[in-house]
Nanobody, 124 residues
Framework: VQLQAFGGGSVQAGGSLRLSCAAS????????MGWHRQAPGNQRELVAT???????DYADSVKGRFTISRDNAKNAAYLQMNSLKPEDTAVYYC???????????????????WGQGTQVTVSS
């Protein structure tokens, strides 16, 4: 299963960006999709996750500013980022966990995949 992330860019503090992540492949189902980020010199950290029942979880640092959503029919997830701060500057990665089909009889196996990352830069 491959993930592709879109939507990064450069904005001034207080601005907004919307990230998109699309999963492709022989997908049987996606349980959880999420966004993580990694700033230079820092470890990768969880930003937000959403389950296939639309249960969401957010890092304390983004609560009230970021909103994660998903479109199950499109195997896609989105991250609406408002009121951006310079400390939000990082490479953002999407992640998905679920099951994929393999073989001629459509057996399923679990997968956990990462997207390629998209740069978000917030200037003060």
């Amino acid at each position: 299963v491959q993930l592709q992330a879109f939507g990064g860019g450069s904005v001034q503090a207080g601005g907004s960006l919307r990230l998109s992540c699309a999963a492709s492949g022989s997908i049987a189902g996606i349980n959880t999709m999420g966004w993580h980020r990694q700033a230079p010199g820092n470890q990768r950290e969880l930003v937000a996750t959403i389950t296939n029942r639309d249960n969401t979880d957010y890092a304390d640092s983004v609560k009230g500013r970021f909103t994660i959503s998903r479109d199950n029919a499109k195997n896609a997830a989105y991250l609406q980022m408002n009121s951006l701060k310079p400390e939000d500057t990082a490479v953002y990665y999407c992640k998905a966990d679920g099951q994929y089909y393999y073989g001629p009889y459509y057996y399923t196996q679990p997968f956990s995949s990462w997207g390629q990352g998209t740069q978000v830069t917030v200037s003060s």
